[in-house]
């Protein structure tokens, strides 16, 4: 693996606090990723990330779609989003590396952060938007910036479309595989760590399909039933950092330590909180057949070989929460309007056939499905590089 193309470490002067920002690599001199906050968040974290930001561009290019691939980036800030001191330290971490976004970081929400505080931020740095440095690439700017301002103000029962297009995509992620492997949605057991945005609305959509839900981590632990949870009443009740109002629980409902939705009676675990969640001792702990990534980097390397060996499918977060990141595209470059239906059906096509993809060809090579993504990613790359350019060594 080649160095990034810029990797950087910004220290607040009020707080004393870090932030980072990691451009992989530049595509038409542009790069994709978005802005975390959460307490601990290292260099080398946001580095991993925005090179899984390259293979996530990747991994979505089509040449006959207007969305144009995108290099990788990542931000990252070393500060607990419930801090009071959280919003102040985002506003100047914003400013200090506002340059890059006007001239190629393109950013959003990612963990510890919503769009609209993001949004928010930007405004107060001096920015015009989090994506403007991608406005050069647009054939209509004004069309593109107001379809995509129309897709963010869609709700769909009350929650924003923007959510739920990551939803809609780790959801689809997993029905496919459950598709190829022959099982039935009913019956089908999930357990989600993380219950904010991208775990709430995979929460979601997994039980409009039919499977149940069994239990929910969140910050003051894991709620569960063993025949389901109440996902709307849940979604309803939680806060803006995914954290649930205990008083709508009902009877039967469990209040269980917060780590123990690794060892519930389910099929299917879906971290969809923070990094590194499961490790060597973690792994021992589970029996479910598939792990559907929502998350970044939720699974230690170490963890994944261990989970392979006993039959365990990591499906890769590089697949499984890419939805977000290309709905933003597809929207902005034309592909799809801001239309609820559309999005979530040009989702689930997109990810289905990425999906197939990747397990057919983990099958045929024996390996991983994140493997056989990465293989595939990589030999895009060059094919993207060749079309558009790059802005750095390496294939």
Known sequence: MTAPFLSLTWTDHVTGRQGHLVVDRLVRGVCSGGLRMRAGCTLEEVTGLARGMSLKEALHYDPEARYVPLGGAKGGIDCDPRDPAAYGLLVRYLRAVRPYVESCWTTGEDLGLTQDLVDRAAAEA???????????????????????????????DGIGLDELVGGCGVAESVLTALDRAGVAYAGTRVALQGFGTMGGATARFLTRAGLTVVAVADVKGTIAHPAGLDVEALLAARDAHGTVDRAVLRPGDLELPGDAWLSVEAEVLVPAAVSYAIGVEEQERIGARWIAEAANMPVLPEAEKLLHARGVSVLPDVVVNSGTNAWWWWTLFGDIGADAAEAFAYTRRSMRALVELVLARAEADGTTPRAAAHTIAEQRLPVIAERFGRYRPGP
């Open 126 to 156: 001096g920015l015009v938007s989090s994506v403007q440095a991608v406005y050069p690439l647009l054939d209509d700017e004004s069309a593109a910036r107001e379809r995509l301002a129309a897709a963010f103000a869609v709700e769909v």
